[in-house]
């Protein structure tokens, strides 16, 4: 079984159920910290519709908060939500552009990361 995570028709992350779970939970949590929705629309039966351009202002503020933080436990919290929601993003078709040096460095950081996001 599998989580799904689509746009539309199109599936572009299909976690086992555990790691869809621990992701959807994690990015929830970030969300409601940071008092941004996430995009992720619940679908009963392991099911998330993502609604693109709530999606990409849930992955830019918290880019921006990393960035306006600069605090090394905030990173280590985010990055547990952050590489994954951008490469999703990215995905849905919209590239993630840093706006300083720091977030421009994070980003090839996660391009560096080559974590491979499983679709059918």
């Known amino acids: 079984m599998s989580y799904l995570f689509d746009v539309g ?6 976690p086992d159920l555990r790691l869809g779970a621990l992701y959807a939970g994690m990015a929830e949590t970030v969300g409601t910290a940071l008092e941004c929705p996430t995009g992720l629309i619940a679908i009963p039966g ?10 990409e202002d849930f992955v830019r503020t918290v880019l921006a908060y990393r960035e306006q933080r600069q605090d090394d436990l ?10 994954i929601s951008v490469l999703m993003l990215e995905r849905c078709g919209v590239s993630v552009e840093g706006r300083t040096e720091r977030e421009r460095r994070y980003l090839a950081e996660v391009s560096g990361m080559r974590l491979r996001l499983v679709a059918p």
């Open 9 to 14: 028709d199109e599936t572009v992350w299909m």
């Open 46 to 55: 392991e099911l998330y519709q993502i609604d693109v351009p709530a999606f």
């Open 74 to 83: 905030v990173d280590r919290l985010l990055d547990g939500v952050l590489p």
